[in-house]
Structures are given as C-alpha cells and as structure tokens.
C-alpha cells in the first residue's frame, strides 16, 4: 500500500483544540485526523454505496514499521 502526505492549511485554534482532542485519545495529531477520515468515509460509503478501492475505512492504513 502507498502511503501518501498532504498538508492543511488549518486555524491555529482549530489545531489546538485537535491537539486536545488527539492527547484525549492517546493519538497523534495526525493519527486524530486519519481517524476522523476513516469514519466520514465509513458514514458516507453506509449513506451512498461503496467507493472502489481495495482499502476500507477500517482499515489500518499506519505504514508498517521496518
């Protein structure tokens, strides 16, 4: 699987409060985010059908450690 970055352009409260969300989590900032990506997709693929593509939103998609 590729895995692919992209940056945001984000208001610096928003990304505080994400911050705070994420540390309540016990995530990463980024981990947060793939997490909300994950369900959006989940919730729009269960509202609309499923998009193709191999992957899933449950699935893991960290890299796998070397």
Do not use: C
Request: charged letters at 30%; glycine letters at 4%; proline letters at 3%.
């Amino acid at each position: 699987m590729s895995v692919k970055s992209v940056s945001i352009r984000i208001e610096e409260e928003m990304l505080r409060k994400l911050s705070y969300v994420a540390d309540y989590e016990g995530r990463s900032v980024n981990s947060q985010v793939l997490v909300l990506i994950r369900q959006h997709i989940r919730d729009f693929e269960e509202a609309n059908g499923a998009i193709d593509g191999d992957i899933t939103p449950v699935a893991n998609v960290k890299p796998a450690r070397k």
